[in-house]
């Protein structure tokens, strides 16, 4: 088993958060970087908010060992087959980690503009106090955490190419998180979050 000695734990309350900053190398992060760019068939669907809908502010793709459907914010995605490099990239996580993460939800964000709202991944789907093993390629961009309980309570980390940013427990529950708009000039970033859909 590898051992992560730069790995960092959040001491946030009723959370489990572990932060691997270089859990990939830096080859393989620009190998797998450029895969999934050229290879996922990336789409956009539409999102609806409080009866307004919208163009989901980034591209999505579904990839699973199985046929589950995944459903968020009233979009039901249908996945495609592990790709190999899905796959080595699972392989690695389980190493450290004794779960077998069935499906992958991958997220391609193209500039400052895209972003992710406030939201936690706690769909029933994923059962009681998921686990959820977020990889971050491309551009670096700051993850928000705050408390349901205190809204005033919040987290920010910066999430670096060939990062792992594992939550367990009752992270979900308790949490949410968000990847936010910026102004900065930035370049593109992949975020490949495994999870178990039972």
Same mark, same amino acid.
């Given at each position: 088993?590898? /051992? ?15 932060? !691997? ?36 502010? $980034?591209?999505?793709?579904? !990839? *699973?060992?199985?046929?589950?459907? !995944? ?15 899905? /796959? ?21 964000? $193209? ?21 959820? *093993? ?10 928000? /955490? $705050? !408390?349901?309980?205190?809204?005033? /309570? ?29 102004? $900065? ?14």
């Amino acid at each position: 088993m590898r /051992l992560f000695e730069d790995k960092v734990h959040l001491s946030l309350p009723e959370s489990d958060i572990t932060y !691997y900053p270089s859990f990939l190398s830096h080859e393989k992060a620009n190998y797998y970087f450029e895969a999934l760019k050229n290879n996922v068939p990336w789409q956009q669907d539409d999102i609806t908010i409080f009866g307004k809908t919208y163009e989901q502010p $980034r591209l999505t793709a579904l !990839y *699973a060992n199985n046929d589950r459907p !995944y459903s968020y914010s009233n979009i039901t995605m249908h996945p495609h087959v592990f790709n190999d490099e899905l /796959l080595q990239i699972k392989s690695s996580i389980e190493e450290i980690i004794p779960s077998e993460f069935t499906s992958c939800l991958l997220n391609l964000y $193209r500039d400052g503009k895209d972003s992710n709202g406030w939201h936690s991944d706690d769909e029933k789907e994923l059962g009681k106090n998921p686990i959820i *093993a977020s990889i971050s390629l491309g551009q670096e961009r700051f993850f928000h /955490l $705050r !408390y349901k309980k205190d809204k005033t /309570l919040k987290q920010k980390l910066l999430l670096e190419h060939g990062s792992l940013l594992l939550m367990k427990g009752e992270t979900q529950h308790q949490w949410q998180h968000q990847i936010a708009k910026t102004s $900065r000039n930035v370049e593109e970033r992949i975020n490949l979050t495994f999870r178990i859909i039972k």
